[in-house]
């Protein structure tokens, strides 16, 4: 009996080691990973200047607590300013982490307003996270059924449905914020178009709200941009990362500006782990990497590529509802279910997800080269192509 708690449906695969977009079994076989543990392996497997980074930091000093100046958290959150121009970072280990605090942050925000009750508008089919906050403002019932009583506090629209949020807007007095993905992952890689973003700013600025993104895991050059909201020139109020930040060491932020710069005090949050020198030496060699080794052009390149070759591969197949997405976020979305993909592909050596039932994810690393691009071309259409003909 195994003694780790059943919180995931496993594969029946471990990994001993990995190198690039390559991971290796336990058995020896090879799997070209296009997920890189779900956005987190920005640079891949084993990436020399992460591993000098994080060895070397290990050598000097791992951890000393936020009772005392961390230069490596201040070098950390400059490079996460200049990259956004926004102000201030607060460091947490994880995303739902990060969500909670900017979850604070907008109630802290209301409550200065003399809102007593804040809520936060949040979109269906989101995706923020699992602790109770978070999973309250995600858009998915099977997150939440089991849990309830849920957080109040929020406000459910549509993705996309400025009208929606309008309506709102119109008679509500205790929204303070609204809460989003510019791409949701888990919902299913759907992208929200530059004019919503637009629309969106322009009613925070109107009502006062604080408009606050999720990316998690959109963010950190994934979409070709430092940041997806960065495609629509909206700059929030209040963003979150995690996942990719640190290529694999955990780390979480939350970044304001605006509206949102200055609300927290001594006192008012906190985190043991948060922002620790080994987390932050990962992430300062993960944005030198990405800038050094021009990752975002090469997100942006080999993501049109995967998405031209797969179109073009899946042409005259039917049940191949859209391929969409933005850089190296990519979904292929069926007409069924098809969760078995998984681990079918996993079978013939290919990592990818399947999320919202019917939309396989690809989440390839920064680092993937044209070759491997067509190489996952070449194992994942004739996979797809034989599902939808024989299930
Ligand atoms: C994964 C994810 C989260 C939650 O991150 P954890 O590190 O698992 O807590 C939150 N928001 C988005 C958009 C995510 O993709």
């Known amino acids: 009996m195994s003694h780790v708690m059943n919180t995931y449906a496993r594969l029946p695969v471990a990994f001993t080691h990995g190198e690039g977009v390559w991971l290796y079994d336990d058995t020896g076989k090879r799997y070209l990973d296009a997920l890189s543990g779900i956005a987190v392996n920005t640079l891949g497997h084993a990436h020399p200047r992460l591993v000098k980074a994080i060895a070397e930091q290990a050598g000097k000093l791992i ?181 990719g930040l640190a290529s694999g060491v955990p780390i979480g932020a939350c970044v304001t500006a605006g509206n949102a710069r200055g609300l927290f005090g001594p006192g008012n949050h906190g985190s043991t782990f948060g922002g620790n020198p080994l987390a932050c030496a990962a992430g300062l060699a993960t944005f030198d990497t990405i800038v050094d080794d021009k990752l ?37 979305e069926l007409d069924r279910p098809c969760g078995v993909l998984m681990g079918r592909a996993a079978e013939q050596g290919l990592l990818l997800s399947v999320t919202a039932d019917r939309v396989i994810r690809l989440l390839p690393a920064l680092t993937f080269s044209a070759d491997e691009a067509q190489t996952l071309v070449s194992m994942l259409a004739p996979m797809i192509r034989d599902f939808l003909a024989n299930g």
């Not at 809520?119 to 602790?131: L, Q, Y």
């Open 296 to 332: 975002m052009d090469n997100a942006i390149a080999i993501g049109d590529l995967i998405r031209k070759s797969m179109a073009e591969a899946l042409a005259d197949v039917a049940g191949v509802v859209d391929i969409r997405g933005q850089g190296l976020m990519i979904g292929i």
């Open 63 to 243: 951890h000393t607590s936020n009772l005392y100046r961390i230069p490596l958290q201040e070098q950390l959150a400059d490079r996460i300013a200049e990259t956004s121009g926004m102000d201030e970072v607060f460091f947490c280990n994880s995303g739902c982490e990060a969500n909670e605090a900017a979850i604070k942050l907008a109630r802290m925000y209301g409550h200065n307003k003399g809102v007593e009750l804040p809520h936060i508008i949040v979109m269906e089919s989101a995706f923020h996270g699992r602790t109770m906050a978070t999973l309250s403002a995600t858009g998915n019932r099977k997150t939440q059924a089991g849990f309830e009583p849920l957080v109040q506090g929020f406000i459910r629209v549509p993705y996309k449905d400025i009208e929606a949020v309008r309506r709102i807007a119109q008679h509500d007095r205790n929204v303070v914020a609204v809460l989003l993905e510019m791409i949701q992952g888990e919902g299913g890689v759907n992208v929200a178009d530059t004019e919503f973003q637009r629309e969106l700013r322009a009613i925070c600025d109107d009502k006062g709200w604080l408009m606050m993104c999720d990316e998690v895991q959109c963010g950190m050059g994934r979409t070709g941009k430092w940041y997806g909201w960065q495609h629509a020139g909206t700059r929030p109020d209040v963003m979150t990362l995690a996942k």
